[in-house]
């Protein structure tokens, strides 16, 4: 059973076939098998599986879709994964690909997806996307799945179209979009959220699940870990804490130690 306060490890692929980095699929799984296992020794709740090295990424809307190789790859390394560690799995289709993340949820079991930009208008380096939330959740009705769909808030890498009310906004991602949790992050990959932005958009969501997407790490744990519903780890776990590195053992064990499961949650921040 997963607890209820969740630490995922991100099992960050390698360039899958389609992308120029592509070096095989013997490659990608291989890694995967193994930042996914030392995840699950540290002490990880649950994996979450990533194009990340896709980048430069297709925008993953109805007019700018994945290719069908991410997708089929991401079910493929998800299954294995699992079937590896026994933990049960997120999917996240860079950029922005619920569809594909649903589907690929759908095939393997996979209790979550990630969608970085579920409603509203961002800009990014791959143009402006569009949240498509409509046609995301149509979709899952017709999958009949119940996977739990986290939307990231203020996605890292982006800048909303227009300026927003931070609490209006995030109420209405909570209130109006069908996610079933927010995800905060810092500006970047590897970067913490800030402290002050955590706390507005609490007092704002309330009860409503918030996720930490990014920064989580041993010196800062005793400061955000309380105020969240569940994170997402990746550079911190890394070898020298780099994003290109193969995951540590001993640096999600740190980490883990750091995130107690049995620590409560700060009410308010």
Not at 91 to 107: E, H, K, P, S
């Amino acid at each position: 059973m997963t607890p209820p306060r969740p630490l995922l490890g991100v099992v960050h692929l390698p360039a899958l076939p389609s992308a120029r980095a592509h070096r095989s699929m013997a490659h990608v799984l291989e890694r995967a098998l193994h930042d996914a296992r030392a995840y699950a020794e540290g002490g990880c709740d649950g994996l979450v599986v990533e194009n990340f090295g896709d980048a430069p990424f297709h925008k993953g809307t109805h007019d700018d879709p994945v290719p069908p190789d991410v997708t089929a790859a991401l079910a493929v390394v998800a299954d294995r994964v699992v079937v590896a560690t026994g933990l049960p799995v997120a999917i996240n289709c860079l950029r922005n690909d619920g569809l594909a993340a649903l589907g690929v949820a759908a095939a393997v079991g996979a209790r979550w997806v990630r969608v970085n930009v579920l409603a509203g208008a961002y800009v990014t380096d791959q143009g402006l996307i569009e949240g498509e939330a409509a046609r995301l959740f149509a979709y899952r009705r017709r999958l009949a799945s119940d996977v739990a769909v986290l939307a990231d808030f203020l996605v890292k890498h982006a800048s909303p179209l227009a300026p927003m009310d931070v609490a209006a906004a995030a109420k209405d991602l909570a209130e109006r979009s069908g996610a079933g949790g927010l995800v905060l992050s810092g500006a970047r990959t590897g970067e913490p959220v800030d402290v002050a932005l955590l706390d507005s958009v609490r007092a704002a969501v309330g009860e409503f699940p918030i996720w930490l997407g990014s920064g989580l790490a041993v010196d800062n744990a005793a400061l955000l870990w309380p105020r969240c519903d569940g994170a997402i780890v990746g550079t911190a776990c890394k070898r020298g804490g780099r994003v290109g590195e193969p995951v540590d053992v001993d640096r999600v064990r740190a980490l883990r130690a750091a995130c107690p499961a049995t620590a409560r949650r700060a009410r308010g921040g």
